[in-house]
């Protein structure tokens, strides 16, 4: 299955900056998948990635807060606008891992905004 | 709509002391659930997938079992590298888009 090497894996923000975190694949995939983990709760899907496309978005997500990128079949970033202490939360990349292998995730990032 | 619910939310064993976790999921039309254990400060890393009801996967002390209602994940004399967050996932049939939604996991700490 692919390898998902994701940056950073944690750092710690401003209030009102923006954070963009990158995923690096090791094969091509035509989806991507942007999660965000907040403290205590559930993994929930922010965004799917496609190539060549725009995001789609979860109803509660919005592209100006979250806008996302999708150069080529290996590669995506996130990025997190106008952080607020609302916006701590391990976020993680995610692709199909093929067959009934499920999906394969990223390390994740923990970020956390002061 | 759609929903995983897992239970308990905390679990501790003994070394040795076999267990069930379980997922209560509805959904309308099951595509595929998914379990995954999470050590701490990493991503959730695969081990089951289960599409229908009755069949069971089995990888060394780990069986996971599903019906129209729900996952159970057996685990048989654990032992302390057994210790995660074990999460539960279900894709839906209308989702073609593989958008997993998650339960918010059962955290499992073996003692020796």
């Known amino acids: 299955s692919a390898v998902i090497s994701q940056k950073p894996s944690r750092d710690i923000c401003q209030r009102g900056t923006s954070l963009t975190i990158q995923c690096q694949v090791d094969s091509q995939v035509t989806m991507m998948f942007w999660y965000r983990q907040q403290p205590g709760q559930s993994l929930t899907l922010i965004a799917t990635?496609?190539?060549?496309?725009?995001?789609?978005?979860e109803s509660g997500f919005v592209i100006d807060k979250f806008p996302i990128s999708r150069p080529n079949l290996t590669f995506s970033t996130l990025t997190v606008s106008n952080m607020s202490p609302e916006d701590s939360s391990i976020y993680l990349c995610?692709?199909?891992?093929?067959?009934?292998?499920?999906?394969?995730f990223g390390s994740g990032t923990r970020l956390t905004v002061v | 709509e759609d929903q995983v619910t897992q239970s308990p939310e905390a679990l501790r064993l003994q070394e040795g002391e076999s267990s069930s976790l379980n997922c209560s999921y509805t959904v309308s039309g099951l595509r595929g659930l998914f379990w995954y254990r999470q050590d701490p400060g990493k991503g959730p890393e695969f081990l089951f997938t289960?599409?229908?009801a009755g069949e069971e996967k089995e990888k060394e002390r780990l069986k996971a079992t599903l019906t129209k209602k729900e996952s159970f994940l057996h685990i048989t004399a654990p032992k302390p590298e057994d210790s995660a967050t074990y999460l539960c996932a279900v894709q839906a049939q209308h989702n073609q888009g593989g958008k997993l939604i998650f339960g918010q996991g059962t955290e499992l700490s073996v003692k020796p």
């Open positions: 289960l599409y229908s």
């Open positions: 990635a496609n190539q060549g496309s725009e995001a789609t978005y």
């Open positions: 995610s692709v199909p891992a093929g067959g009934a292998y499920g999906y394969t």
